[in-house]
């Protein structure tokens, strides 16, 4: 029911590719999730980056997306930052070059994105926003940081039940140069092996 295409793309995401120091980093967001379905409780993730971007966008749609692909039920992503700004075009662009389908809904400074990945699954909703904005759930989620700024600023994250340090390198240092379009796709494709990591580790019976 996912698209062909993103099929196609997380079937050659190599999770032998990852390092043990890193494998080891993703363990804690396991351990979460399985403690969840053993549960049979909903399973909320909020990627939280410092401006709700990049990284953090790039994390909640993989990991909607990867939920579905590995029939993990009752997960729900959201994304949220320290501050607001809007999600970086060339983010979309990344996404969209994995497959997904993106349609701007909105033409504000900060525009609201459908993000699909499947015609029978519900469209991710893409805007930049605080990690505890109205959007975002307020309590029982797990606080996943993908970024260093946001790891630092917020070493306590209200309604949390679990905070997990994942943090990624930023492709903003990137932007303007020939390489951009690259380095996102790259920053993309490693947020999705790393996660493919993860729920290919979940026991669900």
């Not at 809904?105 to 499947?118: A, T």
Request: hydrophobic letters at 35%; proline letters at 4%.
């Amino acid at each position: 029911m996912i698209y062909d295409s993103i099929n196609h793309e997380i079937n050659n995401l190599n999770i032998n590719s990852i390092d043990e120091n890193r494998k080891i980093i993703l363990q804690d967001l396991i351990d979460y999730i399985q403690q969840k379905i053993t549960k049979n409780d909903i399973i909320n993730l909020n990627f939280i980056c410092t401006h709700n971007s990049r990284r953090s966008h790039l994390s909640q749609v993989w990991a909607q997306c990867l939920a579905h692909y590995f029939g993990i039920k009752n997960v729900f992503t959201y994304s949220g930052g320290t501050e607001a700004t809007a999600l970086f075009p060339s983010a979309a662009e990344a996404l969209n070059s994995s497959g997904f389908e993106i349609e701007k809904l909105s033409n504000e400074d900060n525009p609201i994105y459908s993000i699909k990945y499947s015609d029978v699954f519900h469209p991710i909703i893409g805007f930049s926003k605080t990690f505890d904005a109205s959007f975002n759930p307020s309590s029982e989620f797990a606080a996943i940081m993908t970024c260093n700024s946001a790891n630092e600023a917020c070493p306590y994250v209200p309604g949390a039940d679990a905070r997990i340090p994942i943090t990624f390198e930023d492709p903003k240092a990137y932007d303007g140069t020939p390489q951009q379009a690259e380095k996102y796709k790259e920053r993309s494709l490693q947020i999705a092996t790393e996660l493919k990591y993860v729920f290919s580790n979940l026991k669900t019976s």
